[in-house]
């Protein structure tokens, strides 16, 4: 697994966070490092925790998060690493 590709995912998860406002950043990023000992780099091999919280905290707008996600990361999509954790957040 690549940095580039962590940084990638990292910063697709921040961005769509943060249309949210920064507090929801801050709050996802609570409950990764309190609950799960992770942290935004460590979504791209987890992103089922990452689904959980996301469902959890934002369900009505879940389908707007992933979009703006999955839109950060289209010109990555080719890489497995990207394209798995793009599937596991849709499915």
Same mark, same amino acid.
């Given at each position: ?39 935004? @780099? @460590? ?49």
């Amino acid at each position: 697994m690549s940095n580039v590709n962590k940084h990638a995912v990292r910063l697709a998860v921040e961005q769509a966070m943060l249309n949210l406002g920064l507090s929801e950043l801050e709050k996802v990023q609570a409950i990764l490092r309190s609950k799960y000992l992770l942290t935004l @780099d @460590d979504c791209i091999d987890h992103p089922e925790i990452l689904k959980g919280i996301l469902l959890q905290l934002y369900n009505p707008q879940y389908d707007e998060i992933f979009q703006s996600i999955q839109k950060s990361l289209s010109a990555n999509l080719m890489e497995p690493d990207i394209d798995n954790f793009i599937n596991s957040l849709r499915n």
